[in-house]
T-cell receptor, first 115, second 112 residues
């Protein structure tokens, strides 16, 4: 069964450093997403991406964040200058069809720890 | 706006007990509703979904019915197993946008 994959599974970084989280969505999916889950809190939407551009983003997704689909398979989330409060589990997701009705399939997550 | 309110955990049950995890929602328009499960050390897996009022989603013995009149999507299972121990998330899709809204998650532990 096709699945969303994410690398690395755990990333430790120093405050102020740049990090890139990588995702490989399911191959025939057209919509891609990033969510995050701070320990003990809700899963929160960050951004959605379709047709090589951001289609929606939340207040969390400020200038420090960017997303890119550098080739036909990868979907990346970059945090330019990490802060302590960026420590969280980051989930990538993808869906085939229109987001409002279709299932989003999630990857296993990358745990980001900012020291 | 859109939001999901989910029963607080943790929940501890004995094997073969009946499970209910409550979920209510607020939405503008007609969302689709989902239950996701997160096993220890893993990501979010779709458990079941319902896309319109009165639909019942079911999978692996779990069921949930989309109740528009009570804005609810409660998860039930008649007889839980130890392997059902996980965190369960209720979610809705924004009818007018791209994002999912998640509840806080309910941790379930089933003891033999």
């Amino acid at each position: 069964e096709p699945e969303v994959t994410q690398t690395p599974s755990h990333q430790v970084t120093q405050m102020g450093q740049e990090v890139i989280l990588r995702c490989v969505p399911i191959s025939n999916h057209l919509y891609f997403y990033w969510y995050r889950q701070i320990l003990g809190q809700k899963v929160e939407f960050l951004v959605s991406f379709y047709n090589n551009e951001i289609s929606e983003k939340s207040e969390i997704f400020d200038d420090q964040f960017s997303v890119e689909r550098p080739d036909g398979s990868n979907f990346t989330l970059k945090i330019r200058s990490t802060k302590l409060e960026d420590s969280a589990m980051y989930f990538c997701a993808s869906s085939e069809l229109v987001p409002s009705t279709d299932t989003q399939y999630f990857g296993p997550g990358t745990r980001l720890t900012v020291l | 706006g859109n939001s999901v309110t989910q029963m607080e955990g943790p929940v501890t049950l004995s094997e073969e007990a009946f499970l209910t995890i409550n979920c209510t929602y607020t939405a503008t328009g007609y969302p689709s509703l989902f239950w996701y499960v997160q096993y220890p050390g893993e990501g979010l897996q779709l458990l079941l979904k319902a896309t319109k009022a009165d639909d019942k989603g079911s999978n692996k013995g779990f069921e949930a019915t989309y109740r528009k009149e009570t804005t609810s999507f409660h998860l039930e299972k008649g007889s839980v197993q130890v392997s059902d121990s996980a965190v369960y998330f209720c979610a809705l899709s924004d009818p007018n946008g791209n994002q999912f809204y998640f509840g806080t998650g309910t941790s379930l532990t089933v003891i033999p």
